[in-house]
């Protein structure tokens, strides 16, 4: 008997965005990223094509930070000495595109310095995010920004403290923006709206709705995220924008991924469940909807491309 | 769908008896509808309307309970496609699956047996076994799943299930397992008569397995007409991508078509692509609707974080986890270490354990009981102030563990500080910052 699937017709669909310029865009890339498009829930392909897939981004830093856990140091090496070194790595390692975290420590000259030698070792779209600190941010991003221009880099990261200067040099040098809000829809959309108003076009504007790690509050970002989406798909066009989330970041922060002593026996064999807790949190977060997922381990890269491929491969 | 008060008051007799305890028909029709009386309650209601309710009361998705003498696991009876719509109820059982005719089966089954991890204050564990008969149906087969399910009898008290295509090899070990409940895995169109037997006979709950839904659709009313009403559907599919399109569609058939026909709990293996796919095989069957993820491998860095996983997603997010009150040790305190105070909502509890465990500087934290509210909220509800953090200082008695008398308050609620120092006149009372990010830095700075 066949059965009638109930399906849902949405009239929203999410803004499709291109990272990263080719020399005939008008960049150095050797290929380009596109993400969004969708207009349906992830991978519900029995209602529409997904035009394209999520991609996995890889964290690297201008330079080594000390609290990376040892796991990441023993995989990366000393290639985490030297960001041109970490950014063929993490190509090789099957990233689809880069993030550059810049430093305190780091001063104008060295994040130009730090952008254009990853610029330079891989081809792959980038993006680049401040140290956290609105000052430092924008003093730094500028400067990458103008020494970049039409790469169209993602520059971040954006947070309703502190958005205008980063918005601004992303608008006069063809770069993108990354926008960070703390896991709540309408602070999402009101920065979105915020940004846009700037002048940026919103097809430049990717959100982060923010995560928290498996254990940590991963099910408030991920019902942030599947609710960003619903609203999106029901016609809300400041929430039409694709996500990007950084499960490797919090994992790596959680004991659990971060440490092997001192924890209960219960935890298991520290570099699998670290590798588990890593894959794991970015796997539920492309469940609900995630576009990309900044990762750190290059085993979790394999896993996590695994499941996005698994995820397509299904007859429409 | 379920009846509106008015509908079910149409069906009740009317005549306003009282004898449900409730002064009119309506009123009781209203409770009823808020699902908050039994309709058992009413001595005169006809069959017909009994019949009539009892299909409108049905849960789209069946509750399916597996129990045995130790443990029950619950699952089915969802009522929506995402959590924040309402809340996920029933957990996925996770079960391990063991093979019958495995030699260390007594050393596997008692050690998952005996696994418990903590997480935030509670204590989880696996739900139950999942054994496996030989394959092929050689005579020895009823003797070794026998055996098998007395040696797991023999070291745990969790619920099973039992695989096996043979109905006859199955029926002589359920019938080691007299009140229990447990399920039996698989039926499908060439055998299901007979599994169906067996499963009324032991009062089981049957999987049935099809290639498409349309399949299954065909199977549940044949095995439904054998008098089996407790079933679980294996959906099939070659990988994650299918797998999830036919788990969103038969839970989608359930609540919005009310479909009875699919209206059961899944069953999903999460090792059928091996080891390395496992971890993510079942934690999308956890985040997506399985009712049973059957696991292959035990082992506790892959079953703590899935545990993890099925608590967090089936959280209500009505009501934030909250970390159990008391002192926690963060990276072994010494008498002098500092004190700092928080609430017991879990995301303000990592924020502050996450920061201070990173920074590696020792420290005590005093989390109270602001009824699982962040530190600004729970300050404006009345839920963290003065007289409960004394009452927290004093109920854990944190002065017999520290030397130094300092509590670190955090910084958004310094206006509690003046009264703090009444309340516990013998402590040096301090204000911290209002992030817990900054904590690390005024640890090193301030407070030495």
Redesign the interface.
Same mark, same amino acid.
């Given at each position: 008997?066949?059965?009638?699937?109930?399906k849902d017709k949405w009239p929203g669909k999410i803004k499709t965005i291109t990272i990263g310029a080719t020399i005939e865009e008008g960049g150095t890339r050797s290929k380009s990223i596109t993400i969004g498009g969708q207009t349906t829930l992830p991978? &519900?392909? !029995?209602e529409a094509p997904m035009p394209n897939k999520p991609v996995i981004a890889i964290e690297i830093k201008s330079r080594k930070s000390d609290?990376w856990s040892p796991l990441l140091v023993e995989a990366w090496g000393d290639a985490m000495e030297e960001p041109a070194e970490w950014a063929k790595k993490a190509e090789e390692a099957g990233a689809d595109l880069l993030v550059l975290a810049l430093t305190l420590a780091d001063s104008p000259e060295d994040a130009v310095k730090a952008v254009k030698s990853v610029l330079g070792a891989s081809g792959l779209p980038l993006i680049v995010w401040g140290p956290g600190q609105a000052e430092k941010d924008n003093e730094l991003l500028v400067l990458v920004a103008e020494a970049t221009k039409g790469e169209k880099l993602v520059l971040g990261i954006c947070e309703d403290k502190n958005y205008r200067t980063i918005v601004a040099t992303a608008m006069a040098n063809g770069h993108l923006v990354q926008a960070r809000t703390p896991m709540d829809v309408n602070l999402a959309k009101q920065l979105n709206i915020l940004i846009t108003d700037m002048g940026l076009p919103a097809d430049r504007v990717i959100m982060d709705p923010t995560t928290?790690a498996?254990?940590?509050?991963? $099910?408030?970002g991920?019902?942030v995220m %599947?609710?960003l989406r619903?609203a999106a798909l029901q016609g809300d066009g400041m929430t039409q924008l694709p996500m990007i989330v950084t499960p490797g970041f919090e994992a790596w922060? *959680?004991? %659990?991924s971060?440490v092997g002593e001192?924890v209960? $026996? *219960?935890?298991?064999?520290?570099k *699998?469940?670290a590798i588990?807790?890593e894959? &794991?949190t970015a796997?539920?977060l492309v469940?609900?909807g995630a576009d990309i997922v900044v990762l750190r381990h290059p085993e979790s890269v394999k896993? =996590?491309q695994? =499941?996005i491929d %698994? &995820? !397509?491969?299904?007859p429409a | 769908m379920p009846l509106s008060g008015i509908q079910i008051y149409k069906l009740l007799p009317q005549t306003n008896c009282k004898e449900c305890s409730f002064p009119t028909c309506l009123a009781f029709a209203m409770k009823l509808a808020a699902k908050q009386v039994e309709l058992s309650a009413c001595p005169y209601v006809s069959e017909a309307s009994k019949k009539q309710l009892a299909e409108s009361a049905a849960p789209p998705v069946r509750l399916i309970t597996l129990k045995a003498n130790g443990t029950e696991v619950k699952v089915g009876n969802e009522v929506c496609m995402?959590?924040?719509e309402k809340t996920f109820y029933n957990k996925p059982g996770l079960f391990l699956r063991l093979k019958a005719s495995d030699p260390e089966l007594a050393q596997k089954a008692a050690a998952a047996d005996a696994?418990?991890?903590?997480?935030v204050g509670m204590d989880f564990s696996l739900d139950g076994f999942a054994v496996e008969a030989d394959s092929d149906a050689s005579t020895g087969s009823a003797q070794v799943l026998t055996a098998a399910v007395k040696t797991i009898r023999g070291v745990s008290k969790r619920p099973l299930i039992l695989i096996g295509s043979d109905a006859a090899v199955l029926d002589s070990a359920l019938g080691l397992l007299a009140g229990e409940q447990t399920l039996i895995y698989t039926a499908d169109s060439s055998n299901y008569e007979a599994m169906a037997d067996i499963a009324k006979k032991h009062k089981a709950a049957l999987v049935l397995k099809a290639d498409s &839904?349309?399949a299954l659709?065909?199977l549940t009313p044949k095995v439904q007409a054998k008098g089996v009403e407790d079933m679980v559907l294996d959906l099939g599919g070659?990988?994650?991508? %299918?797998w999830?399109?036919r788990s969103?569609?038969v839970r989608? /058939?359930a609540l919005?078509?009310n479909?009875r026909t /699919?209206g059961y709990p899944t069953i999903f293996f999460a090792g059928q692509a091996g080891p $390395?796919?496992e971890? =993510?095989y079942a934690?999308?069957a956890i985040?997506?609707y399985a009712g049973f993820v059957v696991l292959d491998t035990f082992?506790?860095?892959?079953?703590?974080?899935?545990l =993890?996983?099925r608590e967090?997603?089936y959280?209500d997010?009505q009501k934030p986890i909250q970390v159990q009150p008391g002192i926690y040790e963060i990276n072994?305190p010494k008498p002098e270490s500092p004190v700092l105070i928080t609430t017991n909502f879990?995301?303000t509890y990592?924020s502050v354990a996450?920061e201070v $465990?990173?920074s590696g500087l020792p420290a005590w934290l005093v989390v109270t009981d602001a009824e699982g509210m962040s530190v600004l909220t729970a300050w404006a509800a009345g839920k963290f102030d003065a007289e409960r953090i004394a009452k927290a200082v004093k109920g854990f008695d944190l002065a017999s563990k520290v030397s130094k008398k300092r509590i670190i308050l955090p910084g958004h609620v310094a206006v509690l500080s003046g009264e703090l120092e009444e309340e516990l006149s013998d402590w040096e009372i301090r204000v911290g910052p209002r992030e817990a990010v900054d904590l690390p830095a005024f640890m090193k700075q301030a407070l030495n």
């Open positions: 008997m066949p059965i009638e699937i109930p991978y &519900l392909h !029995f609290d928290g498996l254990g940590y509050g991963i $099910e408030y991920y019902s %599947e609710r619903l922060k *959680a004991k %659990e971060k001192g209960p $026996e *219960a935890w298991g064999d520290w *699998a469940r588990n807790w894959t &794991l796997t539920a469940e609900s896993r =996590v695994g =499941v %698994e &995820l !397509f491969a299904v | 995402f959590r924040h696994y418990k991890v903590n997480y &839904l349309d659709a065909d070659k990988n994650m991508g %299918e999830l399109t969103t569609q989608r /058939l919005k078509a479909f /699919l $390395e796919k971890a =993510v934690a999308q985040a997506k082992k506790p860095e892959l079953i703590y974080p899935l =993890v996983l967090n997603i959280t997010p072994s879990s995301i990592f996450n $465990e990173g």
